[in-house]
């Protein structure tokens, strides 16, 4: 299968913190890879290198075979992003924000693009509201409508169902899994919800203190720490100190 | 560069005026009021001193010259500061847009921005004062244009501040203006300040503006020194800008500012 994202031994540092201590891993088509990791464990600095958003102090990127750096912006015509952190314009509305974002990303067929989007996403009702004043729920949909607009063939989820209740949680990633079975994209998913981590994910990379400590399927990893569930994994991993410190 | 993407930041800030009343009676109360304050003044000096040679009007039109600059300024950074008041930076700094993109439509925007602000109160001018600005002839275009690059100038250089150091830089976006506005001998000719504020002065493109908009008006005369002096300090400025805010777009990525970038 085919690689969408190689990263290749990037290291970010700031001053004489190393943010990311060089870590490689890649993701293949239709594969979604999980992203672990405690807060400050260089998850979200490991989402901004590929973003184009932070220069990696050292180490290269490849996106569908582009090096980042070289290849900027045709690389993220081809990627999209989603995160609780960052917004749309509030006093815009839904059909407003997309129909910017859609000339942002020059997507041809608009109209149709938006009203595709707004059936999967269930915000054909929402397009004429102001977007800030959408519930989280409906804003999350709003969000992942934006982040589906120029049809990415990666998409990076920085927490995307983070403060939703169970049933919108649920239908996010109902929807991004049949969405990525039907579009074989690939997708980077950075979450604490280690159910979500274990429904969506193929495999799953650990980090701490910038480094990846462990890698592999959720059930591997249950089992090769002896764990019953990936949380577990998590906290142990996370409070272990002499092991990977 | 494509005019797609341009559009499409374009319709982002258009449909935020657009979409409120308050803000575009925003854009308009300032110019107004602050035309209505200089016309008054500017009567009253004309009818009491002898260097205006009762060129009546020369102080507004100044006026008016400053608004526009003042306007289109603060409007650029007002669309930049909008971005990260609304949290939207991130996902305009991942959208495939290039820098020069990214200014061309901020650039465009701001100019309508200013002029939305400032038509109705020039337009105002006439009926209230019997003044028209019209009276700088053709060279008010060339006037126009070097403040609105001058103005665009200012807007780039505190953004690049605003890439560079994050939202602390905003405070410096509202005071640029103040800061320069001695030196730029709007309401004054430049013999008014002291010989090394003068020197500062020479270099700014601010002061053969409106010591030529004072010329015409005044002398009835064109002194185009005046104008090309404008013209080339405001192409070393721009270039400058442009310089900068490329480096700090760079430096940001490096630092970590685009990611984080938000109230």
């Known amino acids: 299968m085919k690689n969408l994202i190689e990263v290749k031994n990037i290291k970010k540092n700031y001053g004489k913190k190393e943010a990311v201590k060089g870590i490689t891993f890649n993701v293949e088509e ?125 998409l ?43 429904r969506l994910c193929k495999s799953v990379l650990m980090m701490k ?33 002499s092991e990977f410190n | 560069m494509s005019l797609i993407r341009i559009y499409g930041l374009f319709l982002r800030h258009f449909y935020l005026i657009t979409r409120s009343f308050p803000r575009i009676l925003d854009l308009v109360y300032w110019p107004t009021i602050q035309i209505t304050l200089w016309g008054f003044i500017s009567n009253f000096f004309a009818n009491h001193t002898t260097y205006y040679n009762n060129a009546v009007g020369v102080i507004l039109t100044c006026a008016i010259l400053y608004d526009f600059l003042f306007r289109t300024s603060i409007g650029f950074n007002m669309l930049f500061l ?27 925007t701001a100019l309508i921005r200013s002029l939305i602000g400032l038509v109705p109160a020039i337009l105002l001018t006439s009926p209230l004062f019997g003044i028209s600005i019209l009276d700088l002839g053709i060279f008010l275009f060339l006037l126009f244009l070097s403040l609105y690059i001058f103005g665009i100038t200012l807007g780039i250089l505190v953004s690049s501040g605003l890439l560079r150091f994050g939202p602390s830089f905003e405070n410096i976006a509202w005071s640029t203006m103040f800061l320069l506005a001695p030196f730029g001998c709007i309401y004054y000719p430049i013999e008014t300040l002291p010989e090394v504020f003068q020197k500062i002065a020479y270099m700014l493109p601010l002061v053969y503006i ?54």
């Open chain 2, 210 to 263: 409106f010591e030529e908009a004072r010329n015409i008006l005044i002398n009835q005369a064109v002194d185009i020194e005046n104008i090309y002096y404008a013209f080339m300090w405001n192409a070393l400025y721009f270039s400058i800008s442009i310089f900068l805010f490329y480096y700090s777009f760079n430096a940001a990525k490096n630092k970590g500012t685009l990611i984080n970038m938000g109230e």
């Open chain 1, 209 to 241: 203190n910038g480094e990846i400590v462990d890698q592999g399927t959720p059930d591997d990893l249950i089992t090769k720490h002896g764990r019953t569930n990936l949380e577990e994994v998590f906290l142990k991993l996370s409070r272990s100190k």
């Open chain 2, 82 to 108: 909008e971005e990260i008041w609304s949290r939207n930076f991130t996902n305009l700094f991942i959208a495939p847009m290039r820098i020069g993109e990214i200014l061309t439509s901020l650039v465009i």
């Open chain 1, 30 to 154: 239709n594969e979604i890879l999980g992203l672990l990791g405690p807060n400050g464990s260089g998850k979200t600095t490991t989402i901004g290198m590929l973003l184009g958003l932070l220069k990696p102090t050292s180490g290269q990127i490849f996106i569908n075979n582009l090096i980042l750096e070289e290849n900027r912006i045709q690389i993220l015509e081809m990627i999209n992003f989603i995160s609780p952190y960052i917004e749309l314009p509030k006093k815009l509305t839904v059909k407003q924000n997309l129909y910017v974002y859609s000339k942002l990303y020059k997507v041809k067929n608009i109209k149709e693009r938006i009203e595709y989007l707004s059936e999967k996403l269930r915000i054909g009702e929402l397009l004429d509201s102001i977007t800030g004043e959408l519930s989280s729920g409906q804003k999350n949909r709003v969000s992942l409508a934006k982040a589906l607009i120029n049809e990415p063939k990666v």
């Open chain 1, 156 to 198: 990076l989820l920085d927490e995307p169902t983070a403060s939703l209740d169970p049933e919108v949680g649920d239908f996010v990633r109902t929807f991004l899994e049949e969405y990525r079975k039907e579009k074989k994209i690939s997708i980077l998913l950075a979450s604490h919800n280690m159910n979500e981590v274990t």
